[in-house]
């Protein structure tokens, strides 16, 4: 049985045309500039969101810390949603290596900040004080299900940043599928932040790579941030050009994407005991839990799915699971996941026999 692997969009493969692309990539040394597809994807990915210049990562982790580091100094704090990315996901690298403050805030459903508190959050000029820098944003929203934020919040939030001497920073890890998903151009989620960080390696399916885009000032003393970190590559033309052909050919298929996470969560509905919120699922993230009555627990679904129909998803919870469709995964894939689910979800041991079992191992 082929598997099914509804754990994330990282687990992409990369396409065909991109295992031809990247044979036959052009490729020089990359920190003496030379690389001649990896300066073409960082051009792409520039013009793309709008932006300058383009640098060419390791990871969105990567993307992100280097942005972070070169936007910021030690003794320095950046504000951030409680549950973001940059926040809660990445080994505490502006901490750890850049000596800056998360000040981690409360987001709403969608993943937004609130204005106000955003506002009060910026420090007085006082020596007591971390020195408030930065405001990292985040679309779409992983913890909120990839919830796709609108331009008129960044705006809102640019306002708050140029009353007081703010760079905004952007993980857009999944931007493409926020773009997509609201029928809009990358760069009008972009136009208000002053760097932004992609991923090539998500959805949009390249092997491996993430690119950050700002002013070209800012990407010349970003490169040496790469390079200080250890990101400096060499040949990478070979893995530039897999992320071209992401750019140039995955994009606007994220919109399959988004329509399976909506089978998917219309047809989770549809089972008993399940509790899912279709409405919520814009991009191509679909959270969803058991109810206690069912009397099953996420780790015993999971092993279910696994061994009886090599189908893979990650739990979040004791009961809950988030499920990611990507171009390995289509319609077909969707409904047999959601009729062995709906199988496994009717054979389960009756809460009766459960207590009975329990009373015997006593
Ligand atoms: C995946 C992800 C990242 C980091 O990307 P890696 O390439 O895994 O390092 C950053 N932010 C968000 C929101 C992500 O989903």
């Known amino acids: 049985m082929d598997k099914i692997d509804f754990r994330s969009d990282t687990i992409t493969w990369p396409t065909p045309a991109m295992r031809e692309a ?16 990896v300066n073409q ?12 210049a383009g640098l060419f990562v390791v990871s969105g982790t990567m993307g992100n810390l280097t942005a972070i580091l070169t936007h910021a100094n030690r003794g320095d704090e950046a504000i951030v949603g409680e549950d973001a990315h940059t926040y809660c996901y990445e080994a505490g690298g502006m901490a750890v290596l850049g000596g800056i403050t998360p000040r981690p805030l409360p987001t709403d459903d969608c993943g937004r900040l609130d204005a106000g508190q955003v506002e009060t959050a910026v ?3 006082d020596p007591h004080f971390p020195h408030t820098r930065l405001l990292l944003l985040e679309n779409s929203y992983g913890a909120k299900q990839g919830y796709p934020l609108s331009p008129d919040y960044f705006a809102t939030m640019r306002a708050i940043a140029d009353r007081h001497q703010l ?4 993980d857009g890890a999944r931007l493409f599928n926020a773009a997509v998903a609201q029928s809009l151009p990358a760069s009008e989620l972009t136009k208000h932040v002053d760097s932004v960080t992609f991923c090539l390696s998500k959805g949009l399916s390249a092997p491996v790579g993430s690119v950050l885009c700002g002013t070209a000032e800012f990407i010349a003393r970003a490169r040496r941030t790469r390079k200080l970190i250890g990101g400096g590559m060499r040949q990478a033309g070979v893995l530039a050009a897999a992320g071209i052909v992401a750019l140039t050919q995955m994009v606007e298929r994220l919109a399959d994407d988004h329509r399976h996470a909506q089978q998917l969560a219309q047809g989770l509905q549809q089972i008993p005991g399940i509790r899912v919120n279709p409405a919520a699922v814009r991009t191509n993230m679909v959270f969803f839990s058991l109810s206690e009555e069912l009397g099953i627990m996420a780790d015993e679904v999971a092993t279910a799915l696994r061994q009886q129909a090599n189908i893979w998803l990650d739990k ?5 699971f988030r499920a990611v469709t ?7 894939e969707v409904a047999r996941f959601l009729e062995m689910l709906g199988a496994i979800i009717d054979e389960r041991p009756s809460v009766d026999r459960r207590q009975t079992t329990e009373v015997d191992n006593r």
């Open 22 to 37: 990247m044979a036959v990539a052009l490729v020089g040394d990359d920190v003496y500039g030379e690389d001649p597809t």
């Open 41 to 52: 994807l960082e051009t792409l990915a520039a013009s793309m969101v709008g932006q300058e």
């Open 123 to 125: 420090r007085p000029d």
């Open 167 to 170: 760079l905004i920073h952007l």
């Open 316 to 320: 979040i919870g004791p009961q809950s």
């Open 326 to 332: 990507h171009y390995w995964v289509g319609s077909d």
